[in-house]
Antibody, heavy 121, light 106 residues
Framework: QVQLVQSGAEVKTPGASVKISCKAS????????LHWVRQAPGQGPEWMGW????????EYSQNFQGRVTFSGDTSASTAYMELTSLTSEDTAVYYC??????????????WGQGTLVTVSS | DIQMTQSPSALSASMGDRVTITCRAS??????LAWYQQKPGKAPKLLIQ???TLESGVPSRFSGSGSGTEFTLSISSLQPDDFATYYC????????FGQGTKLKIK
């Protein structure tokens, strides 16, 4: 079965960077895009972008352009999301998510367990 | 960006009630709309995609309708497991979620 397992919670100071991992199993990792979605406390989810390591492509939301980088290691079936110049407004749970089918993007049928990032001085 | 507006933001209902949640898009998204259910501390769960297609395993008391800019999620005969927060999501142009509707027990 499809599983996405994320790295643990992080506490960062303002101005720092954070890098979160998402290890996939149960499917052919390079066949699907992997999305990153964050959810601030009490807010709706916010899509950050996606990476497709099999096609060597990324797409970033304009809201994070220049501040976020997606990468990955196909041999380890692991994707990474790095967010820089953190502020308190980046405090959120960050999720990786996979599409239901590889030919239709943005139907998030599979989710990681989430990684809480707290930004505080 | 396409903005998604849900109403109401919170809703109190009793077991067995029928409830309807509305989602409006700031521009036409055809039928590129999904609904998710989220419980505290958990990731969202995909319930409906393409406005009205129920995901496998989702009870038939859930239904979705609409196209263009106005959509609804209905739950007939509320069950204890249905009390949660619901989000709509457009995926006509990238992806945007609504702010959520919290369904509470009356």
């Amino acid at each position: 079965q499809v599983q996405l397992v994320q790295s643990g919670a992080e506490v960062k100071t303002p101005g720092a960077s954070v890098k979160i991992s998402c290890k996939a199993s149960g499917y052919t990792f390079s066949s699907f895009a992997l999305h990153w979605v964050r959810q601030a406390p009490g807010q709706g989810p916010e899509w950050m972008g996606w990476i497709n390591l099999g096609k060597g492509r990324t797409e970033y939301s304009q809201n994070f352009q220049g501040r976020v980088t997606f990468s990955g290691d196909t041999s380890a079936s692991t994707a990474y999301m790095e967010l820089t110049s953190l502020t308190s407004e980046d405090t959120a749970v960050y999720y990786c998510a996979r599409d239901k089918v590889y030919w239709e993007l943005y139907q998030f049928a599979y989710w990681g367990q989430g990684t809480l990032v707290t930004v505080s001085s | 960006d396409i903005q998604m507006t849900q109403s109401p933001s919170a809703l109190s209902a009793s077991m067995g009630d029928r409830v309807t949640i509305t989602c409006r898009a700031s521009q036409s998204i055809d039928r590129w709309l999904a609904w998710y259910q989220q419980k505290p501390g958990k990731a969202p769960k995909l319930l409906i995609q393409k406005a009205s297609t129920l995901e496998s395993g989702v009870p038939s008391r859930f239904s979705g309708s609409g196209s263009g800019t106005e959509f609804t999620l209905s739950i007939s005969s509320l069950q204890p497991d249905d009390f949660a927060t619901y989000y709509c999501q457009q995926y006509s142009y990238f992806s945007t979620f609504g702010q959520g509707t919290k369904l509470k027990i009356k």
